[in-house]
């Protein structure tokens, strides 16, 4: 988490934001939306502030939001869940995977990912003294190799975390991966973690759920939150729904985090859970065209493309235009073409990343206009 010097090392996301204010260029490195969401939910928030909620909310989230949460469930999944003991609200997903992790891990426990993964999972697994495994995924496909899955997870194994649609690969897992994966969480008796921030930015029919497959429920943290699904990465209201034994372990950790956050966002995240489907199903249709609109570009631009089924990214491969250093390239990048991108290696570790060190991650979250204008300077890279 420290620097060889001491001091703390600015997450990727960071220092390529920093970068693209200091040079100018179009940031198609951090993933967040350069539009807000749906105005019933924005204005929400307002009534919020308006009618008096900026204090401090109950510390497991207000019941109406929790009793949203619970709605969603079953609206989307057929999933029952009892909002008063089934649901935690959390600052983000970031405080509800901290909590979770926190409060499962006993020192040299271990952690089972696929690789690459989401900079946090690494991190927080080492503030909980825990140790942790990972599992390939392999482009161009970026699906894991099961026999690598089944072998990985052992006895050792307290929580297999994951992650569909996957950040940074755009992987959408299919049902026999997560299926083993229940499979394995029983017999080696693990705990789940689930991490469905993009449950509504899938592009292909299905995302499934891991906690609607059999055995699963009863072990089984899920975890998303209303940044992406309503362009409200800065408000940080997530959310995870448990067994109610679960939930209050995480409650135990998360009051001394945050103990609670984000009084008048609540209500407007609640009102976004209720929108009417045409609005879930227009989102991922919208987002898929952006999908397209980049990879179309970044194709052009001489770069190998691969295919993104879900979340705000594509990850491509900067090898053909000549640059095998995709650190090197996203370090020039701003220069040579006024883009900031992140290269793949942010996510993984030295054998992974070695693998993989001429991938780059965009972000395709912006304005149609703005990826036109970012594949046409792309276009000028020789
Ligand atoms: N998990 C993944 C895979 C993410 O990409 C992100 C967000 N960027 C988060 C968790 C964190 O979500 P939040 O902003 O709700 O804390
Ligand atoms: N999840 C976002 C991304 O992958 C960034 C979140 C963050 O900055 N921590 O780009």
Excluded at 154 to 160: K, L, P, Q, W
Excluded at 176 to 199: G, P
Excluded at 213 to 239: D, E, H, Q, Y
Aim: glycine share 8%; charged share 20%.
């Amino acid at each position: 988490l420290l620097g060889a010097d001491g001091t703390v090392r600015p997450t990727i996301f960071a220092e390529m934001s920093a970068l693209a204010t200091r040079t100018g260029a179009i940031n198609l490195g951090q993933g967040f939306p350069d539009e807000d969401g749906p105005a019933e939910v924005l204005e929400a928030a307002v009534a919020a502030i308006r009618d008096g909620h900026n204090q401090y909310p109950p510390g497991p989230g207000i019941p109406d939001l929790r009793l949203a949460v619970a709605e969603h469930q079953r609206r989307f999944y057929g999933l029952e869940v009892d909002p008063d003991r089934e649901v935690l609200i959390t600052a983000g997903a970031t405080e509800a995977i901290a909590a979770t992790l926190l409060a499962l891990l006993e020192p040299g426990d271990e952690v089972v990912t696929f690789e690459p993964y989401y900079d946090e999972y690494g991190a927080v697994i080492a503030l909980a003294g825990g140790i942790h495994r990972t599992v390939p995924l392999e482009p161009p496909a970026f699906r894991p190799d099961l026999d690598r899955l089944r072998a990985t997870v052992t006895d050792r194994t307290r929580v297999i975390l994951v992650n569909t649609p996957h950040n940074p690969t755009g992987a959408v897992l299919d049902r026999e991966t997560l299926s083993l994966v229940v499979e394995l969480a029983e017999r080696h008796d693990a705990i789940i973690v689930t991490d469905s921030v993009y449950e509504h930015l899938s592009f292909v029919p299905e995302h499934i759920p891991i906690e609607s497959l059999p055995g699963a429920r009863n072990r089984t943290v899920a975890i998303s939150s209303g940044g992406k699904t309503f362009s409200t990465t800065g408000w940080k209201i997530g959310w995870l729904t448990a067994p109610t034994e679960l939930v209050t372990a995480v409650l135990a950790v998360k009051q001394f985090l945050t103990y609670v956050n984000g009084a008048p966002f609540q209500p407007a995240i609640a009102a976004g859970l209720r929108l009417p489907d045409s609005f879930f199903t227009g989102i991922a249709d919208t987002l898929a065209h952006k999908r397209d609109v980049l990879s179309d570009g970044l194709r052009a631009a001489g770069f190998g493309v691969f295919p993104s089924d879900g979340t705000y990214f594509v990850v491509a491969d900067a090898a053909p235009l000549g640059y095998p250093d995709a650190v090197r390239l996203c370090r020039e990048l701003p220069e040579l073409a006024g883009v900031v991108a992140v290269p793949l290696s942010a996510f993984a570790r030295d054998d992974y990343a070695g693998r993989t060190a001429s991938l780059v991650r965009f972000a395709f979250c912006k304005r149609i206009e703005v990826l036109e204008e970012a594949a046409r300077r792309l276009a000028a890279i020789t």
